[in-house]
């Protein structure tokens, strides 16, 4: 038997809003992005996430000894190709050191790990993940930035330069030593 009049209509509205209550979220356009979740373990997956969104551990090349087209310095970093607009990843858990324009990074992002020891360095970028302010703390996984050619990168290959410092105590976000990420993002096979 089917209900009739304002008891079909009072039937339906409830139903409408019970599955908007458990089924649907209804997120605002400038609400900040998801921290997504981690990756699964796997025998590919190295100590730090790979810093962009779909990129698997294969598709990574070491490119962290190769001079530069100047030959005047070394890489220290690892090119990851992207589509522009690509979504970049904070690598690990961790709060913005600083954001910051170069001549040769373009825009780039300078993540201080939790422990203080590492600096991440994101370059290149296209744009920051709305609301990206220095000091702001940011986990593993979550929206940052997205992939570009900004700086002196060639505008038609996009990529994210992703660089990995380890840090003294008291050194500032432009210092360090630079460390290899590939083995760091990918365990060697």
Request: with cysteine.
């Amino acid at each position: 038997m089917r209900p009739r009049g304002w008891a079909g209509v009072g039937l339906a509205l409830l139903l409408g809003v019970g599955f908007l209550h458990f089924c649907v979220r209804i997120v605002p356009a400038d609400a900040p992005a998801p921290v997504s979740a981690p990756r699964p373990a796997s025998a590919e997956l190295g100590e730090l996430l790979i810093p962009v969104e779909g990129v698997p551990p294969s598709a990574l090349t070491d490119t962290f000894t190769q001079a530069r087209a100047s030959g005047a310095r070394p890489h220290d970093a690892i090119d990851i190709m992207a589509a522009r607009g690509r979504a970049v990843l904070a690598a690990a858990d961790g709060w913005v050191e600083k954001l910051f324009w170069s001549a040769d990074g373009g825009r780039t992002v300078y993540q201080r790990s939790r422990d203080g020891r590492r600096i991440y360095y994101y370059a290149h970028l296209d744009s920051y993940a709305p609301g990206l302010a220095e000091g702001q703390p940011i986990r593993r996984g979550q929206r940052i930035a997205s992939v570009g050619s900004s700086g002196n990168a060639d505008p038609t290959a996009p990529h994210l330069h992703f660089a990995v410092h380890e840090m003294a105590a008291g050194e500032r976000w432009y210092g360090g030593r630079a460390v290899n990420p590939y083995p760091l993002l990918a365990r060697p096979r």
